[in-house]
């Protein structure tokens, strides 16, 4: 089957049922989206499909096959990193970082479908993903500046 | 360079590799074959090289390399041991590599726990990179023939500061024999001369965090690597009585394993392997096992001594309350993980561990080998919080590899680490005591059994003061976890005292007050409470505050907590503050993540972590049964950091936890009158 990849087509040979996440780390060598339950109960695993936030623990390869997979490899922008990576680092909402990259991607999809999200609606998004270092509210506070400065972005691009 | 396919590097080729230097090899005896069979126990106390070679290589092109054998798992210890090296030689963090938990590479050590890499790592690091400092320094002098107070050191050179002239650490380091140059402590720079030490250096590899390029345990790759999987017992204690593997065996690509009662395969990816291990055929003799239900009674059958209380002459109250704290498990996000790789007779490993170096023993000692043919390797961890000291995975996967002569990488799933790691211990605490009329505490009996002694030792005056640990035989496989016993006795205590308060018709801040004497804690009760507005806060049915304070292993922390309650007896901790002394403060702004992270993890304990077993089995071995805390559980935290430059700097990854427990058990009864006297609270409160 072909998967296209951060923008690359990637054909591999599997069994369609194998869920996404091992197909990503084990033939693809993006470990990026790490294992945590195999029961999309922790959000490590998270990858955009099309830019939606999913699960690649429980999602079968087969059925993201032709769909644009984005994974945190492909976030940044070559050496220039996304703001929200941006964000991450400047607030130290981390501590082992092993949850990192499926907070990131699971703000990323937040923040494309809701550009000024509040307290309350970032916690929600991110509920099914767990930190157990427990930097929550420093991840709350990147994701609020992200917003933030996006939208001051945003503002200035439309007056220029 | 090395070929990117080649094994790790020994300490002889990455010195040769960095170029310059003298080439220091640690001694390693022939005869550690023999002696690994003990355990380990014989390198416990192994002496640390005094040497600056064995800790710090500075190379011909100036490239600083210093070398630790503790390991980071998220506390922040790459960052905070690099600055205190910066520090020493005047020079960025950037500009030093810090090596870290490679058995062949640094020098051999205990492993990254009991907060001691602060306390006992850092001071090592900073007499060794304040002894090159000088050394360096005395080979400029000598060239230029000036007195010490003439030079200047930094950007990594010697500067002479009168004609400016500047000489390169590099162009020094290599005249110099570093392996005859002994630490000295009169090198080392005091808290209050810090430049480096003692601000927030930002974490010095979160770019690879955030990117995804940093490569846990679990994401280590080897050429030709086979994935593998061990085929569980479905219970504590059973035996394996017969196994069929031919449906396995007759898979194409798969080997497999079978010795005694392991029994594993190995295969080309991971989907096989799970396949494999579910095609074999086993029969296991169980054994019979306790149940959670049945935990608290198995443990006062088999506990000797109670609490009797001391005389209560003249007291004008006397209470006795029993305290039971559950098991819970560490649930790091990253499971146990290794990559084994076997070569010519080697062992090479990558695992998740905080003992690399325990590890390697436990390897050598499983399959007869001398320690130095053993090179155990820890890459940045997805953490571990006392988890992770035992290498049961790294000899898994060395099994198997063994068998399959390829390099093997196991992972374990998040059942078998819930089912097969080990838990923070259960336990129950007795506590009798009495107050005399005017709010003075006048005796104190408080029995520890099973749960350990960590944390045990009260910060309250009192005359009569009896403290004891009882061991009793864990049902369970129990061991380390993040400040050990002592989130477990300070809730005891924490709550008693709370009661105590309550009998004497006193507030909870003044009559701690009125019973502590220890400057340290009182002053973080001082500030968390003033912080907090404690004086104005007044517990109403739907919104309790309480308040607990202690200390530990150099620690000094108080916590005052806010929670809601429903009518249907729903808790949520809605604000906590927590005042923090540890001595001098080396880095605020990931003391402060520590803290708070503390404070986080010590609220699924407090409110709803409990293992549940029954049959030899964790009945909540997922994620989806076993609540930690989540996004919709965190308070607004407020820390209080009191930076005593004073003082030696201890550890802060673990004694942070201890006071949010009773904190919140203190306030949900402020609130409702229902002394919870269980940890975790929720499951009683709500009953």
């Given amino acids: ?160 | 360079m090395l070929e990117p396919v080649s094994l790790p590097a020994s300490r002889r080729d990455f010195l040769k590799s960095l170029g310059g230097g003298v080439l220091v090899l640690f001694a390693e005896g022939a005869g550690e074959a023999q002696e690994s069979g003990h355990g380990g126990h014989r390198r416990e106390r192994e002496p640390l090289p005094q040497d600056i070679a064995a800790w710090l290589h500075i190379a011909p092109d100036g490239r600083i390399t210093a070398f630790t054998g503790k390991v980071e798992v998220g506390q922040n210890i790459r960052t905070s041991l690099t600055q205190a090296v910066a520090d020493e030689l005047r020079c960025a963090p950037g500009s030093v590599k810090l090596i870290m938990g490679d058995t062949a590479l640094t020098p051999w050590d205990m492993g990254t726990f009991g907060s001691r890499s602060t306390p006992t790592m850092a001071p090592v690091m900073r007499k060794m990179a304040g002894t090159a400092r000088e050394a360096l320094v005395r080979e400029a002098l000598q060239k230029w023939g000036v007195a010490r107070d003439k030079v200047d050191v930094a950007d990594e050179c010697v500067v002479n500061r009168k004609s400016g002239a500047r000489i390169p650490f590099g162009e020094i380091a290599a005249r110099i024999d570093w392996t005859k140059t002994v630490g000295r402590e009169d090198c080392v720079t005091v808290p209050d001369k810090w430049t480096v030490g003692g601000t927030s250096v930002p974490k010095l590899n979160a770019r690879e965090l955030v990117t995804g390029h940093h490569k846990y345990p679990s994401d280590q790759t080897r050429p030709a690597m086979l994935y593998g999987k061990v085929l569980r017992p479905p219970s504590f204690g059973a035996k394996l009585t017969s196994v069929d593997t031919s449906a396995a065996a007759r898979m194409p690509g798969v080997t497999v394993v079978h010795d005694g009662d392991f029994v594993g395969v190995a295969a080309r990816d991971e989907h096989l392997a799970q396949k494999a291990v579910e095609s074999i055929q086993a029969q296991w003799q169980k054994a019979p096992q306790i149940s959670s239900k049945e935990l608290f009674a198995y443990i006062k059958s088999k506990k000797e001594g109670a609490a009797q209380g001391n005389s209560a002459e003249g007291s004008a109250k006397a209470l006795r309350s029993t305290y039971t704290i559950a098991y819970i498990a560490h649930t790091p996000l990253e499971p146990r993980a290794a990559l084994a790789e076997w070569s010519g007779g080697k062992l090479t490993v990558w695992t998740g561990t905080q003992r690399p170096f325990g590890v390697r023993t436990e390897l050598a000692s499983a399959f007869g080998l001398p320690e130095n043919q053993v090179h155990v390797l820890m890459p940045d961890m997805g953490s571990a919080y006392g988890g992770k000291h035992s290498g049961e995975c790294a000899v898994e996967a060395a099994r198997i590899a063994k068998a399959a002569g390829k390099p093997v990488k196991l992972i374990w799933t998040r059942e078998e680490e819930f089912t097969w790691a080990y838990l923070r211990p259960a336990g129950i605490i007795e506590v009798a005591s009495a107050v005399s009329p005017d709010g003075k505490l006048t005796s104190w009996d408080f029995h520890n059994y099973m749960s350990g002694p960590s944390g045990l030792e009260s910060p309250y005056e009192c005359a009569q003061n009896n403290v004891q640990f009882h061991e009793v035989d864990s049902p369970l496989r129990e061991g380390s976890y993040r400040g050990l016993a002592a989130t477990a006795n300070h809730f005891a205590r924490e709550s008693h005292i709370e009661e105590l308060a309550v009998a004497s018709g006193m507030d909870s801040l003044a009559f701690r007050l009125k019973n502590l004497k220890n400057e340290r804690v009182r002053a973080v009760l001082q500030a968390a409470a003033d912080r907090f507005e404690w004086s104005k806060k007044k517990s109403t049915p739907k919104r309790g505050y309480g308040l607990a304070c202690g200390m530990e292993k150099g620690g000094y922390v108080a916590c005052c907590a806010e929670v809601s309650i429903t009518r249907n007896r729903q808790v949520h901790v809605e604000h906590v503050v927590e005042a923090w002394d540890c001595g001098a403060i080396v880095n605020p702004e990931h003391l402060k993540n520590q803290v708070e992270g503390a404070i986080v993890m010590g609220l699924g304990g407090a409110l709803f972590e409990a293992i549940e077993f029954a049959d030899g089995r964790i009945l909540n071995d997922r994620l989806s049964k076993y609540r930690v805390p989540r996004f919709s559980d965190i308070p607004k935290i407020e820390t209080v950091l009191i930076d005593r430059k004073d003082v030696p700097s201890a550890g802060a990854g673990e004694t942070p936890i201890v006071c949010i427990a009773p904190a919140i058990a203190n306030a949900i009864c402020s609130a409702t009158g229902k002394r919870i006297r269980s940890m975790p609270v929720l499951p009683s409160f709500q009953a």
């Fill in chain 1, 1 to 160: 089957m072909e998967l296209r990849v951060n923008g690359v087509r990637k054909h591999v040979e599997v069994d369609p049922e194998r869920p996404l996440l091992w197909v990503l780390r084990n033939e693809l060598d993006l470990t990026g989206a790490k294992y945590g339950c195999g029961e999309g109960q922790c959000g490590a695993c998270t990858v955009l499909i099309e830019g939606v936030a999913q699960r690649s623990c429980i999602t079968p390869a087969g059925s993201v096959a032709g769909k644009e997979i984005t994974t945190i490899e492909g976030l940044a922008d070559g050496e220039r990193l996304h703001p929200l990576q941006e964000s991450f680092i400047q607030a130290d909402a981390m501590q082992c970082g092993y949850c990192t990259p499926g907070m990131i991607l699971s703000s990323v999809a937040l923040l494309r479908r809701n550009a000024a999200p509040s307290e309350s609606e970032i916690k929600q998004a991110l509920e099914g993903n767990i930190c157990r270092c427990g930097t929550y509210n420093r991840i709350v506070a990147a994701v609020q500046k992200t917003a933030n400065k996006m939208s001051a972005e945003a503002k200035a691009g439309r007056r220029a």
